[in-house]
């Protein structure tokens, strides 16, 4: 496309390519990555890959962790789960020299990855890759560790669960690079779970602003902070399997043609769901100014992602305030609010519900559709399906339900817009 080595005038594509622990869990997987470099390579194509452990080998490392102790220093567990993106990096530089191809491996730190000092889950503050760099001009693959990085404070880091899409995105950014192909073990991103809708077709494309919301409410690949960042950065996304090798699904900004993708695109796009999450109950809160921000800004300082939240109206000069928020936050929600929270703001904290879960869709055409929630709302009543919360954007209309009744939903929803395929 516009690449070129040193003086020689060559017209190739730049193309960071991630691969996730399915697509490299064994030596054989990795053999069959190997192959499809060096046919990228072949064509003319630089490709620098972003590799994840194999398989589940970070699933293996914590669960080692926790037969160790229950509370685990961070700085040592960001240490031991970044081990298994070390080993696989070295690993596919022995597939890749099979197959002909130089390649370098290089962990986070060393692929210039500086993030911040919150140890699991660490943002990139910025990327220096110049190690990078020097590996493409040379025609070396350059083989980086996903999902790490090094603190400000000169720690190894663990960018959480999906970030080595992240680091994907990031790098591609940072390369100026033509194209980020994030192969996973699906062809692309679908209108619905193909394991709770079998007839859910794949989209050629899908906008960013789209596929944000999908990924924030339960849509689980790609990572959503990957998608964040190549929004941000206008980095071009390509969805794909590395089992079948077929076209995925493209992400861009917007449809070419606005008008023609009012007439051929669903207004719903898609339909997703998500059962990680629990529903807190603040009762008998004063309806005054002020009080909502203390309880917020408290679960913010703790850490805890609040997701949907629902006021009731006053009555008596008290109202009541229901949120859902991740399981996994669930005790340092009630921790954090029973410790002066509470008091500070005369409430009263009912038993979670942990028994919900949430079913969205998504779409820009709903913008200029009207009755898109009357039909979601009316095919979950037909089907005597209760909804307990509701939560809207432009593009998205989410309703938490009881979780045995989610799959059920999606189902029927699916329907009911005309995307089963």
């Given at each position: 496309m516009r690449r070129g080595r040193g003086a020689t005038v060559v017209c190739v594509a730049l193309l960071v390519q991630k691969f996730g622990g399915t697509s490299v869990a064994d030596p054989d997987r990795m053999r069959t990555v190997a192959e499809h470099v060096a046919r990228c390579r072949k064509r003319g194509d630089?490709?620098?890959?972003?590799?994840?452990?194999?398989?589940?080998?970070?699933?293996?490392?914590?669960?080692?962790?926790?037969?160790?102790?229950?509370?685990?220093?961070?700085?040592?567990?960001?240490?031991?789960?970044?081990?298994?993106?070390?080993?696989?990096?070295?690993?596919?530089?022995?597939?890749?020299?099979?197959?002909?191809?130089?390649?370098?491996?290089?962990?986070?730190?060393?692929?210039?990855?500086?993030?911040?000092?919150?140890?699991?889950?660490?943002?990139i503050l910025e990327i220096n890759p110049y190690r990078i760099k020097e590996s493409l001009a040379q025609g070396i693959v350059p083989v980086i560790a996903g999902a790490q990085g090094?603190?400000?404070?000169?720690?190894?880091?663990?960018?959480?669960?999906?970030?080595?899409?992240?680091?994907?995105?990031?790098?591609?950014?940072?390369?100026?690079?033509?194209?980020?192909?994030?192969?996973?073990?699906?062809?692309?991103?679908?209108?619905?779970?193909?394991?709770?809708?079998p007839r859910a077709g794949k989209m050629e494309t899908i906008t960013f602003d789209e596929l944000l919301e999908m990924t924030a409410t339960g849509c689980p690949k790609p990572a959503m902070r990957s998608v964040e960042v190549a929004h941000n950065h206008r980095v071009p996304l390509h969805v794909r399997s590395a089992f079948t090798w077929e076209p995925g699904t493209l992400v861009v900004e917007r449809y070419e043609n606005e008008e023609e993708s009012a007439m051929e695109q669903p207004i719903i796009r898609a339909v997703t769901s998500d059962v990680s999450e629990s529903k807190l109950t603040v009762v008998g809160v004063p309806d005054q100014p002020g009080v909502s921000g203390t309880l917020f800004r408290s679960l913010a300082d703790a850490g805890?992602?609040?997701?949907?939240?629902?006021?009731?109206?006053?009555?008596?000069?008290?109202?009541?305030?229901?949120?859902?928020?991740?399981?996994?936050?669930?005790?340092?929600?009630?921790?954090?609010?029973?410790?002066?929270?509470?008091?500070?703001?005369?409430?009263?904290?009912?038993?979670?519900?942990?028994?919900?879960?949430?079913?969205?869709?998504?779409?820009?055409?709903?913008?200029?559709?009207?009755?898109?929630?009357?039909?979601?709302?009316?095919?979950?009543?037909?089907?005597?399906?209760?909804?307990?919360?509701?939560?809207?954007?432009?593009?998205r209309i989410s309703c938490v339900i009881d979780a045995d009744k989610v799959d059920e939903a999606v189902q029927h929803v699916h329907t009911a817009f005309g995307l089963d395929r």
């Open positions: 630089d490709v620098a890959l972003v590799v994840s452990a194999m398989g589940k080998e970070t699933d293996d490392l914590l669960h080692m962790a926790s037969k160790i102790t229950s509370e685990p220093d961070g700085r040592e567990m960001d240490m031991l789960i970044t081990a298994g993106e070390r080993k696989a990096i070295s690993l596919m530089c022995m597939a890749l020299h099979q197959q002909g191809v130089e390649a370098h491996s290089y962990t986070g730190s060393q692929a210039g990855f500086l993030t911040d000092a919150n140890h699991q889950n660490a943002k090094v603190s400000t404070e000169k720690n190894v880091t663990f960018l959480g669960r999906g970030g080595s899409d992240t680091t994907a995105v990031a790098l591609a950014h940072a390369l100026d690079a033509d194209l980020c192909e994030l192969f996973t073990d699906v062809s692309g991103v679908f209108s619905a779970d193909p394991r709770i809708v805890v992602n609040v997701d949907m939240i629902v006021q009731n109206v006053a009555a008596d000069g008290t109202t009541d305030i229901s949120f859902t928020l991740p399981t996994e936050d669930l005790v340092k929600a009630q921790e954090t609010l029973n410790n002066g929270v509470l008091s500070a703001i005369s409430g009263t904290l009912v038993a979670p519900e942990s028994s919900v879960g949430k079913v969205s869709v998504v779409g820009a055409g709903m913008k200029s559709n009207p009755g898109v929630a009357a039909t979601m709302f009316e095919t979950l009543a037909d089907n005597n399906i209760n909804i307990d919360m509701i939560s809207t954007s432009a593009i």
